[in-house]
T-cell receptor, first 110, second 112 residues
């Protein structure tokens, strides 16, 4: 079945440093979504990427979808303490099932 | 807009009892809702896809008779954990699709 791997599992950064999390799928995806989950909270939808090679920006967050539509990344520029949380990618394959990656837990040190 | 609620937010029960969790889309109709399970510091595991007016589609390894799902209306899906045991203790999250996927706040189940 479809598998979505995400690295790193944990990342500690100093406030102001950049952060990147990577997502790789075992199969080609029709789209990929990114979510943020704060400690004790539920996942909140951030963005969806559909096109091969697509790049989208949301303020300090940059999302990329690979040319082969099998990988994606989320980059945060100049992290802030409000960026703390776990970032999940979720890929939708041919079966239209959304498979979540294992998540990257981001800690931002003030 | 696009708010999903869950009730209860937490529940503690004795082993052997059944627990029902409700998932509601408050301001939109959802023909499809999803139920996930999340263990501490782990990812979300899709348990089943709930379709209004028809039987739910369960993921491999999820017991249909243990996790009963009912999607009686376009705004309500319920998950009943039957004869709950301590290993069923987890965080259960539902989501509903309205263009994108919106998640409920989750229900933390603790089985003693």
């Amino acid at each position: 079945g479809q598998q979505v791997m995400q690295i790193p599992q944990y990342q500690h950064v100093q406030e102001g440093e950049d952060f990147t999390t990577y997502c790789n799928s075992s199969t080609t995806l029709s789209n990929i979504q990114w979510y943020k989950q704060r400690p004790g909270g539920h996942p909140v939808f951030l963005i969806q990427l559909v096109k091969s090679g697509e790049v989208k920006k949301q303020k300090r967050l940059t999302f990329q979808f690979g040319e082969a539509k099998k990988n994606s990344s989320l980059h945060i520029t100049a992290t802030q303490t409000t960026d703390v949380g776990t970032y999940f990618c979720a890929g939708r394959g041919s079966a239209r099932q959304l498979t979540f990656g294992s998540g990257t837990q981001l800690t931002v040190l003030p | 807009g696009a708010v999903v609620s869950q009730h209860p937010s937490w529940v503690i029960c004795k082993s052997g009892t059944s627990v029902k969790i409700e998932c509601r889309s408050l301001d939109f109709q959802a023909t499809t809702m999803f139920w996930y399970r999340q263990f501490p510091k782990q990812s979300l595991m899709l348990m089943a896809t709930s379709n209004e007016g028809s039987k739910a589609t369960y993921e491999q390894g999820v017991e249909k008779d243990k996790f009963l799902i009912n999607h009686a209306s376009l705004t309500l899906s319920t998950l009943t954990v039957t004869s709950a045991h301590p290993e069923d203790s987890s965080f259960y999250i539902c989501s509903a699709r309205y263009n994108e996927q919106f998640f409920g706040p989750g229900t933390r189940l603790t089985v003693l």
